[in-house]
C-alpha cells in the first residue's frame, strides 16, 4: 500500500486526523491508540467479553483433542546413559 501522506484538522478542542477509506475503521468502532515514541497505534478495541468468549471456545477445543487422543498419559522415557568424559 506505501505510504499515504494526511494532515491533522482542529476538531472542537482536539486536534484529529482523518485516515483514508483504504486505512480506515468502519464508523462507530471503539479503538485503542498508544503512543510509542514519537509513533501512535491505533487497533480496534478489544471487547472483554467477546475475548473471554474466544478463549473459552479455544479452551473447550483443545479439551475436545486432548480427550479425542490416543494417548492420555505421559509415557516414561528410558533413562539416558551418558558416557564418562574425563576433562570435560
Same mark, same amino acid.
Given at each position: 500500500m506505501? #505510504? &499515504? $501522506?494526511? +494532515?491533522? /484538522?482542529?476538531?472542537g478542542n482536539s486536534v484529529a486526523v482523518r485516515l483514508?477509506?483504504?486505512?480506515g475503521f468502519a464508523a462507530g468502532t471503539a479503538v485503542t491508540i498508544e503512543k510509542i515514541g514519537n509513533k501512535?497505534? #491505533?487497533?480496534? *478495541? &478489544?471487547?472483554?467479553e467477546?475475548? +473471554?468468549? +474466544?478463549? *473459552? *471456545?479455544? #479452551? $473447550?477445543?483443545i479439551e475436545t483433542i486432548w480427550a479425542n487422543a490416543p494417548y492420555h498419559e505421559i509415557e516414561a522415557r $528410558?533413562? #539416558? $546413559? /551418558?558416557?564418562d568424559r574425563p576433562g570435560l
Amino acid at each position: 500500500m506505501g #505510504i &499515504i $501522506e494526511s +494532515r491533522t /484538522f482542529k476538531s472542537g478542542n482536539s486536534v484529529a486526523v482523518r485516515l483514508p477509506k483504504e486505512l480506515g475503521f468502519a464508523a462507530g468502532t471503539a479503538v485503542t491508540i498508544e503512543k510509542i515514541g514519537n509513533k501512535l497505534e #491505533i487497533k480496534p *478495541a &478489544i471487547d472483554p467479553e467477546d475475548e +473471554r468468549q +474466544r478463549v *473459552a *471456545a479455544m #479452551i $473447550e477445543r483443545i479439551e475436545t483433542i486432548w480427550a479425542n487422543a490416543p494417548y492420555h498419559e505421559i509415557e516414561a522415557r $528410558e533413562q #539416558i $546413559e /551418558f558416557p564418562d568424559r574425563p576433562g570435560l
